[in-house]
């Protein structure tokens, strides 16, 4: 799990008890409309591409930071689909340390690249279906999932 010196520090004083971090995570389709997930090392639930809010660092620079390291694609944030946090977004690494997520997810469109993991946290990239989407580490409403349906007037919220 790559971690920022920022974080890293936090870590060292708090020790594995639960972080409070701002994130972003990216709805990304491809083509054919099949969104991106990835399955990290060691794991079995799948997820969004996600990740941390770097002190000084815009959400929005962020979720370009985030996607291409976990992904190797380049993405333009179109919109806000939702805004989540709260207990039900606690996670715990593999190696012990927990977090709890405000996530910002964004729908995205490619730029360019080709899927695959440059900082090697992805252990696996697929698109997958709307209807055939696994379950995954993190409970996002199947909602925004769902093309055409969200926008930044119907954005969830929890």
């Known amino acids: 799990m790559p971690i920022s010196e920022y974080y890293r520090g936090i870590r060292e004083k708090l020790g594995s008890e639960v972080l409070m971090v701002p994130s972003v995570a990216g709805v990304i389709r491809n083509e054919e409309g099949r969104i991106l997930l990835l399955r990290k090392g060691g794991e079995q639930l799948w997820g969004l591409p996600a990740g941390a809010i770097e ?29 989540f946090g709260g207990r039900k977004y606690t996670y715990e690494y593999i190696n012990g340390d927990r977090v709890q997520y405000s996530i910002i997810v964004f729908e995205c469109s490619i730029v360019k690249g080709t899927p695959g993991s440059v900082d090697g946290e992805a252990e696996e990239l697929a698109f997958w279906g709307e209807e055939e989407l696994p379950e995954l580490a993190l409970p996002y409403p199947r909602e925004i999932f769902i093309s055409g349906a969200s926008s930044l007037e119907k954005a969830f919220f929890e």
């Open 55 to 83: 002190p000084g660092e815009t959400p929005s620079r962020a979720l370009r930071r985030e996607v291409f390291e976990e992904t190797g694609l380049m993405v333009t944030p179109q919109r806000i689909t939702g805004v």
